[in-house]
Every structure is written in structure tokens, then in C-alpha cells.
């Protein structure tokens, strides 16, 4: 049979149990296109792959991470805002609470410096407070049982009124909090300073390498990427023994937004419409992250961007406080791995090596293969309304957060034009894949 993009795809023979497909939920599942009707004209089903599970519903807040624990707590997190509560744990189908305590969720100084809190006169600055949370962007698990949280310092300022803004962040503000699952007890804080974290990064994402041997302090290594919407893209990596943090391919072009960038969502060409504002485009840069399967290579690309790019983790992980050289040698060490068939937004990684692509123009995740170089299909589905976040379960499913981030008010001239529930949706990850614990001695 001559090869086909959908002889590519993935056989449903996953570690996870095999369940029968939710109610109304067409049977063909591996077939994007039918033929239906009283003519029976070829149709997109809109859909193909594993078959994709509803396994959680937000009635309230919207969520953007989440992160599924080797017991399979599910902890999610959500920028606000005027949330009660910006880390949550999933506590039943319809239901999150505040994660670890509501104390924990509320800065007793609030969210906000206030208006020349930052020593600017008139500029909104964040809150400073590092032992409490801000606004959670991102969330990771390591095998260790550790919920990594990592938090902007940014909320967003009248985020209830038609015009949102969000002020800079304060040094303290932007933090990455370490949680060990079984006290549910903060274990350690990481705050960053103003060159590497600057006013107008935003932290969207991290990764971690703790093998004793990926730093000199022999407790590990984390990998945050900066997308700031203000355009200083690059990656943030701190040492987890030392504390100590850089930046690598700061403003380097394969971290930056993709100029004049028009996607289609649902078959519509998207303009960034602000409230109050000229239409303008979507402006986050560097987003979507992946270690390769033993941490020797970072996947990454920008929100904005057709293109995928590596690094081999050596260069980030070379301080150029230390070595003079190290910042010019990852620029150096940048490789384009062409285009992949769409933007993407977040990534999640495999016990087996699979890069997951989430690609909120075609409501499905891809997957990067890197031995055959090329992007594959994994799932496709009508319910896929952005997805913002996934995360490899050790039950051998794929947990991905759905938020219709295009219908929030923000991109959308000041209107509301979400409909709950927002979803984790999940599918079985193929051949037996699980969480990876490469990156993680025992
Ligand atoms: C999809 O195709 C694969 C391989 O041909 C098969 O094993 C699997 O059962 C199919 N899944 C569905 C839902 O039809
Ligand atoms: C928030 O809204 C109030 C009332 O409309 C306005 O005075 C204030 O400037 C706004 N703050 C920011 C940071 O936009
Ligand atoms: C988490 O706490 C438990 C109980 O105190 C302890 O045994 C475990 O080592 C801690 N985990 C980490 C990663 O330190
Ligand atoms: C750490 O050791 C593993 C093998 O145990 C090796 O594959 C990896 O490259 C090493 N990492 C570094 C940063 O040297
Ligand atoms: C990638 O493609 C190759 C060749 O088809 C296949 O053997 C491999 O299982 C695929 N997956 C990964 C993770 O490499």
C-alpha cells in the first residue's frame, strides 16, 4: 500500500485501559475523512486518532496547566485575575479546590505593588510576595513526587472590566515553588533576578533534568521559557542546587513571535482584537518545550510560529556568567527543523522519546519524530478548543487542558464569549508510553 498521512498514524495500543468511546462520539475514529448525506458527499470528520476522553469539566475558573501525579492527582492552575485561587487540585468531575491551602492563594498585600510600587511613577508593578501565589502559568510533576509551580508575578489588573493590562513583575513576584506531594508542604522557592527575569518576561513553561550528573551542584536542572508578549523571548535555566539562573538565546530569531502572524481557529482568520486598541496580531514568542527522551536535546518553537527548532542542552546549560563564550555559542548551535504543518502551543514529552505538539489551528496534537524528522498525527477532535497545556500521565494517557483561550475577553474586544465547561480531555499515549523518569536517578 502506498504510504499516506494516515498510514502514520499511531496504533491505539497504549498502557492505559481501553474505553469504550463517550456517548454520540463517531465509532471510525482513524478516518478524517467520510462520506455522509443523502449525496454522499465527502466530508472532514474533523477527527482522528485514540479516542479522546472527557476526564474533567471547569464549571468556574479557566483554566491554562496542569500537572498528573504517579498517584494521579491532578493539580491545575489558572492566571487571574480576580480568581479566589490560582493553584487548585482537582477534587471530583466538576470540582477543583484551592491547592495546597486558599492561604497559600492570597497574598496578604494583594496582588498588585500598585501603581509606582516598582519605583516608576504611574507603572503597575506585580506583587513581590515570594511565599505566596500570584498568577500559575505552568505546573510539572518530577518523579520524585515534587508539583513544581511555577508562578509570572503578573496578574492580570481589572481583569473583571472590558480593558485588562497586566503590570510588570517585581523581583520576589516570578518564582518557581517546589511542593513535596506527600506533606503538601512547600520544599523550596526559586525567585530570579531583574537581568535574567526582567519586568516584562512571563514564564510559561519548564522542564527538568535532575540527574545528579546535569549540573556541578548535582541537584538538577530547570528549563523555563520566557514568551513574553513584550517581545524578550528566550529560555530562563536555573541551577536547582545553587540557585543560581541565566539566560540563553535571549531575542535569538527561533525564540521570537513570528511578525504579522494570522492562524485560523475553528476556519476563522485571527486578528488580536484589544478592547480599546488597534487590531493588531498575536505577540508571545518562545512557548512550546521538550526534552528529548535522555535531556541531550531541547525541542522548542514560538506560539506564532510554523517552525519547529532544537538546541542541544550542553549550550543552555553553559552559564555565560561564567563562560564568556556561552551565549555566542548557542546562537551558533541553533537548528531549524523546518516547519511542521501549524503553530503550536504547548509540548509534552513520553517514556518513549515522542515530542507532543499541541496545534490549536487544528484542534489536535502532533507529534515530532525525530528519527523519521518529520511530524505525525497523533489526535484530532471537535472538543480540542485550544489546547493550552498537556502532560503524560504514568497511567499512559495524555492529559491536555482545554480552554477556548481565543474567546477570552482580551483577545476578543473586551467580550466573553467562552462557554463552560472548559475540559481536561485525555488519550492513550501509543505503543505502551508512559511518564518518562530518564531525567530523574532514583
Ligand atoms: C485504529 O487503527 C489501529 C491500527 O489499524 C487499530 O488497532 C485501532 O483499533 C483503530 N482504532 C479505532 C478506534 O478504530
Ligand atoms: C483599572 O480600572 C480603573 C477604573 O476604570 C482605572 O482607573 C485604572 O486606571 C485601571 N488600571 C489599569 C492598570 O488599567
Ligand atoms: C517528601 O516528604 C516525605 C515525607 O517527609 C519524604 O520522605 C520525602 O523524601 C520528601 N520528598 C522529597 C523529594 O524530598
Ligand atoms: C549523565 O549521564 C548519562 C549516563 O548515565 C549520560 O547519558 C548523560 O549524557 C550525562 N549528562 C551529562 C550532562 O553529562
Ligand atoms: C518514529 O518513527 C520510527 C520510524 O517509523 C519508528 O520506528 C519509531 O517508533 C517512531 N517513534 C519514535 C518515538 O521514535
Known sequence: MKPTHLTLLLACTGLAQSQPPPPGFPVSLNSTLSTTGTHNVRIDTGTYGCPVEEYHYFYDQWPIGLAVSRQGRVFTCYTRGDYAYTLGEVVSLTAEAAYPSLELNTPPAGLVLGEGGGGVAGVPFGSADSTHFISVQALYVTPDDTLWVLDTGRPTVNASTSSPSMPYAAPGGPKLVAINLTTNAVARTYTFPVDVHYPDSYMNDLRFDQRRNATESGQGIAYIVDSSDEGRNGFIVLDLGTGESWRQLDQHPSTLRVAEAVPSYQGLPFYLRRKGKAVDFLQEGLDGAELSLYGDVMYYSPLTSNSLYSIETKYLRANPNEKPQAFKAAFDNVKSLGQRGGNANGFAGDSLGNVYMLMPEHNGVFI?????????????????????????GWDGYLYMTINQLPYQPNWNDGVDDRVHPGLILRARMPDGAGKSTVLFDG
Not at 368 to 392: E, K, M
Open 368 to 392: 515530532y519524530n525525530s528519527t523519521l524528522g518529520q511530524t505525525v498525527p497523533f489526535v484530532r477532535d471537535p472538543r480540542i478548543l485550544w489546547p493550552d497545556s498537556a502532560n503524560a
